[in-house]
């Protein structure tokens, strides 16, 4: 069942009259969203789509027609680990790449993500076993249908015990939005996590109002900032500001940081002067099939950079 909640909004300013005429203006606006939730609601061609899409990615799933890619996620503080962020790629019937846009919000909403999550945290374990060194660890996205799964991580010391690999070269990573909207689940399935000696990722850090408020209960090894968060970094002072305070506060409470979406090699002195742990990045490398990424390892980067005043 879907649920929706329609507000109305109206800014009080000098051209306001009295508290009836603002009410009045709210309900104007209540109604224009609430005619636009309507209008978002598909009709029958768009339900006979989506029915469509979910019975192919069940029949992807049971014909395991998936595959995932790596991009390397690098290190700016000497870390011993080679970490690759999974991403995977459903494929059609004729071998084709599927955009992951096209099918995780189907299948997360029609409850598919913990089967998904499920044949890729396999797909990762079979890479590692093949890795070619044993410095590499793999970060895994979840959806939202595995936050709320119980059985997800006894099944996962179950493979890990199998396949014989080490709990710390596996993180998860989950997003802020997820976090928000799920708080109690994510604080457990944190919990949970830890005590298989594994480590939780928060992205798109710092989206919602006072985020280090869920950091206790959530308990991340890192964070990776939203890019909102960097969009301006390279001409605004104050944003500089900004961030270099937010950095000092999350180094103190121990928590580790990432940027990601780094599409300028530009702004790596920026980032680097910031005093960021990790930085990932198409700048740097576009996810592909392969782990052969060069890290650099046992070098000292130092990097002079200007911000420029907004």
Do not use: W
Not at 44 to 73: G, M, S
Request: hydrophobic content about 40%; proline content about 3%.
């Amino acid at each position: 069942m879907q649920l929706s909640c329609s507000i109305g909004v109206v800014v009080i300013n000098e051209n306001a009259l009295d508290a009836q005429d603002l009410l009045a203006k709210a309900r104007v606006n209540q109604h224009n969203q609430f005619t636009d939730v309507i209008a978002s609601i598909p009709n029958d061609h768009q339900q006979r789509d989506i029915d469509t899409l979910i019975a192919n990615i069940k029949l992807a799933l049971k014909e395991k027609r998936f595959k995932i890619l790596f991009q390397p996620v690098l290190s700016l503080k000497n870390e011993y680990f080679q970490d690759y962020e999974v991403f995977s790629r459903m494929l059609d019937a004729e071998g084709n790449d599927i955009p992951p846009n096209e099918y995780l919000p189907v299948a997360n909403l029609s409850g598919l993500g913990d089967e998904l999550d499920k044949l890729v945290v396999r797909l990762a374990l079979n890479a590692l076993e093949k890795a070619k060194t044993k410095r590499i660890r793999l970060i895994i996205n979840l959806t939202s249908n595995t936050l709320l799964n119980k059985t997800f991580l006894p099944r996962l010391r179950e493979m890990l015990g199998s396949k014989r690999i080490s709990a710390e070269k596996l993180l998860f990573q989950i997003s802020e939005t997820q976090v928000c909207n799920h708080l109690e689940y994510c604080a457990n399935f944190s919990k949970g996590l830890r005590e298989l000696g594994l480590g939780l990722i928060v992205c798109n850090y710092g989206c919602v109002v006072k985020p280090e408020n869920y950091l206790d209960d959530i308990r991340p090894v890192c964070v990776k900032l939203d890019k909102s968060m960097i969009r301006d970094l390279g001409f605004s002072q104050y944003q500089y500001n900004e961030l270099e305070h937010l950095f000092v506060d999350l180094h103190k409470k121990h928590f580790k940081i990432g940027v990601s979406q780094i599409e300028d090699f530009s702004m790596l002195p920026v980032i680097y002067n910031l005093g960021a742990d990790f930085i990932q990045g198409y700048s740097i490398e576009r996810p592909k099939q392969t782990m052969d990424n060069k890290f650099i390892q046992n070098y000292e980067i130092t990097l002079a950079s200007t911000v420029y005043t907004q």
